[in-house]
């Protein structure tokens, strides 16, 4: 079993940066392979990015590459999200994820989900 709880969210002006984190309880977090997803109102919870269990390969969602980097800590069981020049279309609720196996951008094949953390962009 994983609890997860994001932080950091807010509001920011278009351009700005802001720093996500989910800090995970468990001794097994270092196994789980984990994931960003957010979603805005009216629309699906979409992937945003995603890492390995140790920290190694990372993936992104077309519409993030190049502004966003997905890290993780495992001795303090946290994965962070730094997003840098957002944009009013970045704005969602954003949630982080673990699974244990499956599709890292599928959002059926992850097993455990924090609360989120609203993320505003204004223009």
């Known amino acids: 079993q994983v609890q997860l709880v994001e932080s950091g969210g807010g509001l920011v002006q278009a351009g700005g940066s802001l720093t996500l984190s989910c800090a995970a309880s468990?001794?097994?977090?270092?196994?789980?392979?984990m994931g960003w997803f957010r979603q805005a109102p009216g629309k699906e919870r979409e992937f945003v990015a995603a890492i390995s269990w140790s920290g190694v390969t990372t993936y992104y969602a077309d519409s993030v590459k190049g502004r966003f980097t997905i890290s993780r800590d495992n001795g303090k069981n946290t994965v962070y999200l730094q997003m840098n020049s957002l944009r009013p279309e970045d704005t969602a609720v954003y949630y982080c994820?673990?699974?244990?196996?499956?599709?890292?951008?599928?959002?059926?094949?992850?097993?455990?989900w924090g609360q989120g953390t609203q993320v505003t962009v204004s223009s």
């Open positions: 468990g001794r097994t977090f270092s196994t789980y392979p």
């Open positions: 994820a673990a699974r244990r196996r499956g599709d890292y951008y599928h959002t059926d094949d992850y097993d455990y």
